[in-house]
């Protein structure tokens, strides 16, 4: 095994997704690279939750659906999970909470009292997951005292005897695991081995790094899933990072007191769901008219209205693009993965400051709370550009706001600043910013804000294609997705079908010409996202008059996984 | 009242003649000269409504925000740079219908900033229907029968709500509005004045003689007593009190929310280090 999928699950409240990360950390320090994801309801405590954990030695940029080793802490999590083992799984069984029964034949059960150990040992009946954490370890022949460290950091701000009694009972569990099973048994697949160094985060932990490597100086946002874990981390230590982190009443006042923070000078960034966005649309709209650089995070979840609050999904393309009354120009990305939300949220931030105008980060729930092992990110790298502003000296002259410019950018201000004022204006306004309402000036206005649009489209990176070039077939993803379609094209590959895959993560302006000769050269084409209307194919039927015939569609709140790709393409290319 | 001051720009001037707009601006310009203040020492939000035109006429940086919503952007102006005087310029219908609720919360907060009601008791740009203060039965475009909701009072309002300063002055008495708007832009913290504000192109009831047969200046009173602000602040009909109701001193948001409650956030670098940040993933 190695390359496995790991599953603990059990009811919430039983330390789930702790257990989960613990043994994310031990394999990542152990030297293997990780792909973790948590499934729970919408409830603090009783539902069904559920961490599952790809464990590698290569690279990988997603789950898979089959599970090889599975933590059952009850009998809900055999009668839910015991269909998708794989041939040969491993399973440790809970026998406190539930019976060995009804598994598939070929699978290896490991039955363990877990609550009874953690008692044995001096612990609560919730440490049963320490206790399974312990035997597991015994069973991938993985080094125990990585594990030791893996408590310490995940559990940093307990008290010391808590973590020590955690530390104990995984013993118990790994002494019990030693006892009871024969090395023959034990499958080698955590060991310990050299390789680069690397860290495991989410895609919500990514945005905040950048956040704050970029500057950003005020973030505002409403608690909402799936963003609350960039406002625990920012707001726990914004002081220590020189800035802010404010809890608005409502969306409407984060949205409103970031572009207030932002008109003032700061870097400034909110953070919300569709339904927060929704509340956002009219000071989104301000945003682009007053000419204000602001960063938007907005984290999908299927919809419509509360939806499905605690799952994934891609249905806010078309409500992004086209949110808050009449045209401004909006940048919207789109990032991939984990290294793509880091880079894209530094580059967000340029983004708004050079143009004047709101960026949307377009992730979802999948992408934000997913941890991906990734090498650490090169802080050399990150540039900081504040766009055209106007000198201190060239503010105490005469100068005009929204100076009409042949780029659309007007040299930026700064209030507060000893010299000539200037204001802001959600009225058409004319340079100085003075309502304005003649016929001649209203056009020269909306050409001046559009035409930063099409400054931008000239400078903006080009899509990427991942595969064989030359390959024929073509896959189109936006998004988060992006993963399942890389592990698809690995298995397409070894079956000796050649794809290629345009990944689109610049939403708008759109890179029309790179996609359309993408689909003209390809002779089959599959596009994959997650809502129910293909959007981002309207989107490019929109923008390059191709209609894409085959769609992958998935709007069930789970994530895509590579398989329902691959069979996808197998059907097509047979078809052919 | 003064004419041509550094404060005043070379717009025309679309109010009504006798607006009490007119009142509240030349109050605020005489304050802000009273104080020795600069136009560009000063950030002025507004909402919208005839109230949000004075972003043409009153020369300071500015904003003119979305209904509603000058409070959320003037708090996030305030955390940026402390050193602005920040002035939400708000109407009875933008901040009391449609703003609400940011006028509980800002008093809650405390951000360091004058919030000034142009109250006209009607919305007025869209010709005449009934705002959250219209008094019950006041016949208007969209109530032919008359309001029947009880007006909203803002007084009461904020002082529930723990605003540090609360005052309500008359856009007919430019000296003692100018006297109230120096204390509101001295105070440390979130102070809200409620101005009367005839309008005298649509609301036929509140008009200047009708306040004027009713206003009386507060006196001998203790504005630092909060039961005694709040019954003050139920009196309304007969006789309309006038003053400052309520004053305390207490941290303000900027004070507990910044990380160095002495600097500038907007002037900090913005260059940071995250390699120990990064760190704490491995």
């Known amino acids: ?67 090889d080793l599975l933590i059952a802490l009850n009998q809900n999590a055999v009668d839910l999970h015991g269909k998708e083992l794989s041939p040969g799984a491993v399973v440790i069984l809970n026998s406190d909470k539930a019976v060995d029964f009804g598994f598939p034949s070929g699978v290896n059960i490991f039955s363990i009292p877990l609550i009874k150990l953690a008692q044995e040992n001096g612990g609560q009946e919730l440490m049963m997951n320490n206790v399974a954490l312990g035997a597991t370890i015994f069973l991938l022949g993985a080094d125990f005292e990585i594990l030791t460290s893996a408590i310490h950091d995940i559990f940093s701000s307990a008290k010391p005897e808590v973590i020590d009694l955690n530390i104990k009972v995984a013993r118990a569990g790994f002494d019990f695991a030693k006892e009871n099973f024969t090395e023959s048994q034990r499958s080698g697949s955590l060991k310990a081995k050299k390789a680069a160094k690397k860290i495991l985060m989410s895609g919500n932990d990514a945005i905040c790094l950048a956040a704050v490597a970029a500057g950003c100086k005020f973030f505002a946002a409403y608690p909402m899933t799936p963003i609350n874990s960039m406002i625990s981390y920012l707001s726990a230590q914004a002081k220590k990072l020189g800035m802010v982190y404010f809890q608005p009443e409502d969306e409407i006042a984060g949205i409103n007191s970031a572009i207030g923070a932002s008109s003032a000078g700061l870097r400034s960034m909110v953070a919300t769901s569709g339904g927060g966005f929704s509340l956002m649309t009219e000071a989104f709209g301000l945003a682009g008219m007053a000419e204000v650089p602001l960063v938007i995070v907005e984290g999908q979840r299927p919809g419509p209205s509360t939806g499905l609050p605690t799952w994934s999904g891609q249905g806010d393309l078309r409500f992004v693009l086209h949110a808050s009354q009449d045209d401004f120009p909006r940048i919207i990305l789109a990032p991939g993965d984990q290294e793509e939300c880091f880079w894209q949220t530094i580059e967000a931030f340029n983004l708004a400051d050079k143009y004047q105008t709101p960026v949307v980060i377009l992730v979802d729930k999948f992408l934000c709370e997913s941890q991906k092992s990734v090498v650490a990110f090169d802080e050399s790298k990150v540039k900081i550009n504040q766009g055209l502003r106007l000198s201190k000296e060239d503010q105490k002259k005469d100068y005009l706001r929204y100076q009409i410019t042949e780029s659309g950018i007007s040299p930026r201000p700064v209030i507060g600043r000893p010299g000539q004022t200037f204001i802001f204006n959600s009225d058409e306004h004319d340079q100085a910013g003075f309502s304005e309402e003649s016929s001649d000036n209203r056009k020269a206005m909306m050409e001046k804000r559009m035409r930063k649009l099409t400054t931008l489209q000239k400078e903006m990176p080009q899509p990427q294609v991942y595969g064989f070039p030359e390959a024929t077939t073509g896959l189109i993803s936006w998004g988060s997705t992006k993963g399942a379609v890389l592990e698809a094209q690995k298995t397409l590959a070894d079956q000796g079908v050649e794809t290629r895959f345009l990944h689109l993560n610049y939403l708008n302006p759109f890179p029309a010409e790179a996609v359309e000769s993408f689909l003209r050269n390809s002779q089959q084409i599959l596009m994959i996202e997650q809502n129910i209307a293909g959007q981002a194919a309207g ?3 929109e923008k390059t008059g191709i209609k894409i015939e085959n769609l992958l569609l998935n709007y069930d709140g789970r994530p895509i996984m590579p398989e329902e790709i691959v069979k996808r393409i197998e059907t097509l290319v047979k078809i052919k | 009242m003064a004419i041509e001051d550094e404060f005043k720009t070379n717009q025309k001037i679309t109010w009504c003649l006798g607006c009490g707009n007119f009142g509240i601006w030349a109050a605020l310009k005489n304050a802000f000269i009273e104080m020795g203040l600069r ?72 951000p360091d900033i004058t919030c000034v009601l142009h109250n006209n008791q009607l919305y007025s740009l869209t010709v005449g229907q009934p705002s959250p203060t219209s008094d019950k039965g006041a016949k208007t475009r969209s109530t032919p029968e008359g309001v029947f909701d009880q007006p909203f009072n803002p007084l009461a309002l904020a002082i529930a709500s723990g605003a540090s300063f609360v005052a309500r002055g008359f856009a007919g008495d430019i000296p003692q509005l100018t006297k109230i708007l120096v204390e509101a832009v001295n105070h440390r913290g979130f102070a809200l004045v409620d101005v009367l504000q005839p309008c005298v192109a ?26 005694l602000a709040f019954e003050k602040s139920l009196e309304w009909g007969e006789k309309i009190p006038l003053g400052i ?24 670098p913005l260059e940071l280090s995250i390699e120990k940040l990064l760190a704490e993933f491995r």
């Not at chain 1, 603090?44 to 997603?62: C, K």
């Not at chain 2, 708090?75 to 006028?103: P, Y």
């Not at chain 2, 200047?208 to 009713?214: C, L, N, T």
Request: net charge neutral.
């Open chain 2, 202 to 227: 649509l609301n036929h009831l509140n008009t200047y003689s009708w306040f004027r047969e009713r206003i009386y200046n507060l006196e001998n009173h203790d504005a630092k007593n909060k039961v």
């Open chain 2, 245 to 268: 109701f309520y004053q305390e001193e207490r941290p303000t948001l900027e004070e507990q929310l910044l990380p160095d409650k002495d600097a500038i956030l907007a002037e900090q």
């Open chain 1, 539 to 541: 989107l490019i039927r």
């Open chain 1, 1 to 67: 095994m190695n390359d496995f999928i790991f599953k603990i699950a059990g009811e919430a409240g039983q330390g789930i997704a702790s257990a989960g990360l613990i043994l994310s950390k031990t394999a990542l320090r152990s030297g293997h690279f990780v792909f973790a994801s948590s499934e729970y309801p919408s409830l603090i405590r009783g539902g069904h939750n559920v961490f599952v954990a790809r464990i590698a030695e290569e690279a990988i940029h997603s789950l898979r659906s089959d599970v």
């Open chain 2, 39 to 110: 136009p560009d020492q000063i950030f002025s939000v507004y909402g919208i409504g005839c109230h949000g035109h004075m972003i043409n006429y009153l020369k300071t940086y500015g904003f003119e925000g979305v209904h509603g919503r000058a409070l959320p952007l003037a708090t996030g102006a305030k955390i940026a740079n402390k050193s602005l005087k920040v002035m939400a310029i708000v109407g009875d219908g933008d901040q009391l219908g449609e703003g609400g609720n940011h006028l509980i919360h800002a008093s809650r907060r405390n």
